[in-house]
């Protein structure tokens, strides 16, 4: 089958760092992508790897390792409006079907 | 009105109703989503549509009819549902994906219809 694995929960403290990892197994992958959904809000896009390696905006930096089957999420200098889930999300190659990971729950304290 | 707006918002139905969700998309993309979120669960992708064509069907029973008259224009249109059917429905565009590169693979949400079905 195709699936996503992300842990369910993470708790960070303001101003730390955290990684959320992404552990895939589809076939044909083109690409993983994050997203941040807000409680009662719209998933919003974070950021896409195509190919292997870091892609860096801002404070949000995602990585990807192809032959891993694996990505992560890193988020810097956390904020408490960073409290959210991340899901990470697989585009199946040659086709325009997305699966999404269950979503992790990042919880930033004070 | 800018990005992609869904209505309504919040719908309670009952089993034997009739209902449609709307959803219309602002950014010139030509490619739309529909997605069912329930709790603890992945989004799943329902239909995908490009250029007005339905691409993309997946597996969802049909009580559940898509609707693309136009590429800014997307319907789900809802009869005889179940209420394990309940749940958060998010509507999508973007570019179309097999255009390649990355700025076509990002997806644009509208906030979701919550959906009860009594």
């Known amino acids: 089958g195709q699936s996503l694995e992300q842990p369910s929960e993470v708790t960070a403290v303001e101003g730390a760092i955290v990684q959320i990892n992404c552990t895939y197994q589809?076939?044909?992958?083109?690409?993983l992508s994050w997203y941040q959904q807000h409680d009662g809000g719209a998933p919003t896009f974070l950021s896409y790897n195509g190919l292997d390696g870091l892609e860096e905006t801002g404070r949000f930096s995602s990585f990807l390792s192809r032959s891993d089957s694996y990505g992560y999420l890193l988020l810097q200098e956390l904020q408490m409006k960073d409290s959210a889930s991340y899901f990470c999300a697989v585009e199946v190659h040659g086709t325009y079907k997305y699966i999404f990971g269950t979503g992790t729950r990042l919880k930033v304290l004070a | 009105e800018t990005g992609v707006t869904q209505t309504p918002r919040h719908l309670v139905m009952g089993m034997t109703n009739k209902k449609s969700l709307k959803c219309e998309q602002h950014l010139g993309h030509n490619a739309m989503y529909w997605y069912k979120q329930s709790a603890k669960k992945p989004l799943e992708l329902m239909f995908v549509?490009?250029?007005?064509?339905?691409?993309e069907n997946n597996s969802v029973p049909s009580r559940f009819s898509p609707e693309c008259p136009n590429s800014s224009h997307l319907f789900l249109h809802l009869h005889t549902l179940q209420p394990e059917d309940s749940a958060l429905y998010l509507c999508a565009s973007s570019q179309d994906p097999s255009s390649g590169g990355a700025e076509y693979n990002e997806q644009f949400f509208g906030p979701g219809t919550r959906l009860t079905v009594l």
């Open positions: 589809t076939s044909g992958f083109y690409g």
């Open positions: 549509y490009s250029l007005e064509e339905r691409v």
